[in-house]
């Protein structure tokens, strides 16, 4: 009802404007003296002239705008009103035949009716651009191309709380432009003075993902006091989080385009099949639990030994997706038998195995054997019951430590990826690949939750060694792109991820700071030193390997100049023999001998 009572004043509008469209119609027809008698044939037919728009009007929904933000799209669905309602008069008239009616003020009204209720809903609109801004609305900058820009203005579109005052944009030849009657005011270099000259205490960085321009403001932003901004990523659209600004986040500033996906293949993979994710609580295995759920799966099986961890991911997938069967068991992948249980209850057709010890310095002493019995061992028994229960796909999830590692952790995950491919020749039904990839930005146990924290506590930030350098990804990517790997892979496979440049962690540490709008004199740097077992850079591929390209951009399938063997009894022997706490210098002999370019540090 109240949407009728707020519309109707609009719909009174409108029908005036035809009638009058009508009367003109006529008058346009008689060289602007409409004859005594014509003037009667023109009241006389208008009754049904008018319930022709009104039906035409209606069916296009065009009562539905808002006059305020009318744009193309809505003056296109104007257009698409007023010819039914032309067409749908035009064929009323003619059929009842009204004598000496002329023609051509058929052909003339629909494109007055056009001229006129295009022109009131432009008006409206520009009446209300013009308005003074209200006490709460503030002057907003914009950073991208006036291509990134419009997409942004026409998301804030109808914002109370903004209105923009400039644009910095990145391209030369549109500098001195104007969008919207917003002018370009400089290059994203000069959003300080750009700032002070316009008062703008806010910017939206309207540029994509991974692109300079979000670095090079926010090496700025301090200095210039910007609060900075950008829009919600597709998939907070998706979790309805709303499509207002949002302060920008490390993820905005290292991420890169959106990876694209085989939704068709996915699909088939995945629609109306059992999945099965080991480590489902972690990082990386919650997040291919919420992108395997979104792409149609029947039953979904998680496992993860952390009962909060599970509890969590069992709460937001039963709200998110209630179509979705989905199973959730606290298990360890290192007991076999409980593993089996599970798995040959369901039967899935595709086991993603991220269930790992990743933490490379506490596996480093102290917890050999846990890393052993965990990385090995269990990838061992998931990739074991895999081919046991006849899964179409097995995908482990390894990691650059695994080339040339000089720790225990990335020694492990190369012995997982051996063990995966030895598994692979008693299951020659199942296909078994590994995804390797490196560092992801809010992993458990990553420097981005350990910085934030520091600086939450006033500092310092510690950072080992000022030249270390990672290669970074987001969870969403990281966990997309493992999909696709396994959508893709034939047995035996290890897939390499795209990881871009490598940043250093002095920088990404800086990018924190300036992020939380704290400079270094505030909060220092402290470089304490490498960690036991931890290198300067890592690498994606071994001296040995070359990779080769596959359809998907950002995927490259590793290959060895002459592949490993192990032979899984000698594994499983050495692991029982070695008891609860073998010697550190045994656990690294052993992997030595099946690792050769492992280095081990003492």
């Known amino acids: ?125 520009t009446f209300n651009e013009h308005s003074a801004p209200g006490d709460t609305s503030r002057p907003l900058l914009i950073v991208g191309s006036l291509k990134d820009a419009a997409d942004a203005m026409r998301a804030l579109k109808g914002s109370s709380q903004w209105h923009c005052v400039g644009i910095a944009s990145p391209i030369f030849a549109e500098q001195g432009t104007y969008l919207n009657q917003i002018p370009v005011l400089g290059l994203p270099s000069a959003v300080v003075e750009i700032s002070r000259s316009t008062g703008a205490k806010t910017a939206l960085v309207a540029s994509p993902p991974g692109s300079d321009d979000r670095r090079d403001v926010l090496l700025q932003s301090t200095q210039a006091g910007l609060t900075l901004l950008t829009m919600p990523r597709p998939d907070e659209w998706l979790r309805n989080d709303g499509s207002s600004p949002r302060k920008i986040e490390l993820e905005d500033l290292l991420g890169r385009q959106a990876v694209e996906l085989n939704e068709h293949g996915l699909a088939s993979l995945f629609s109306g ?118 899964a179409q796909k097995f995908v482990l999830i390894s990691t650059d430590k695994a080339v040339n590692p000089t ?103 800086r990018m924190m700071l300036r992020l939380s709008g704290k400079t270094e004199q505030e909060i220092p740097l402290s470089f304490t030193g490498l960690r036991p077992g931890e290198k300067l850079y890592e690498e994606l591929l071994a001296d040995d390997e070359t990779t080769e390209p596959t359809q998907h951009p950002k995927l490259r399938v590793a290959k060895t100049s002459g592949q490993q063997a192990v032979k899984i009894s000698d594994v499983t022997q050495w692991i029982d023999d070695a008891g609860p706490a073998p010697g550190s210098r045994d656990v690294r002999a052993w992997l030595s001998g099946h690792v050769p370019e492992y280095t081990a540090q003492n």
């Open 1 to 125: 009802m109240n949407l009728r009572k707020e519309i109707m004043p609009f719909w009174l509008v409108d029908l005036a404007l035809v009638c009058l469209a009508w009367w003109a119609s006529f008058w346009l027809r008689f060289n602007f003296e409409i004859p005594s008698e014509f003037e009667a044939l023109a009241l006389a037919s208008a009754r049904w002239m008018l319930p022709s728009f009104v039906v035409g009007l209606a069916v296009a929904r065009v009562y539905r705008q808002v006059w305020r933000y009318i744009g193309l799209p809505e003056l296109r669905q104007l257009g698409w009103g007023v010819l039914v309602a032309g067409v749908l008069s035009a064929t009323v008239i003619l059929m009842l035949r009204v004598p000496f009616f002329p023609r051509s003020v058929l052909m003339i009204h629909p494109l007055l009716v056009l001229v006129l209720l295009g022109a009131a809903r432009a008006g409206w609109r």
């Open 273 to 390: 099949k059992t999945v099965f994710v080991s480590g489902a609580g972690g990082s990386i295995g919650s997040e291919l639990c919420r992108q395997i759920a979104r792409l149609g799966v029947a039953r979904l099986v998680c496992v993860d030994s952390s009962e909060i961890a599970v509890y969590k991911l069992e709460q937001e997938l039963q709200e998110a997706h209630p179509q979705m069967q989905g199973l959730y068991y606290t298990a360890n992948v290192r007991e076999m038998e409980r593993l089996r249980a599970i798995a040959l209850q369901h039967k899935p057709s595709v086991f993603f195995h991220a269930a790992a010890y990743k933490h490379v310095p506490l596996m480093e002493s102290h917890n050999e054997i846990e890393a052993v019995r965990t990385n090995i061992l269990g990838t061992l028994h998931a990739a074991r019951i895999a081919g046991e229960c006849g």
């Open 407 to 509: 720790n225990i952790m990335g020694a492990t995950k190369r012995m997982a990826e051996l063990v995966v491919q030895s598994v692979a020749i008693e299951h020659p039904a199942t296909a078994y690949v590994s995804v390797r990839f490196g560092n992801v930005l809010g992993s458990s146990g990553s420097v981005v939750p350990l910085f934030s924290e520091q600086i939450a506590k006033g500092g310092p930030i510690t950072v080992t060694h000022p030249d270390i350098v990672r290669y970074f990804m987001t969870i969403p990517e990281a966990a997309r792109l493992v999909l696709q790997a396994g959508l893709m892979g034939s047995t035996g496979q290890i897939y390499v991820l795209d990881m871009g440049e490598p940043m250093k962690i002095a920088d990404l540490a």
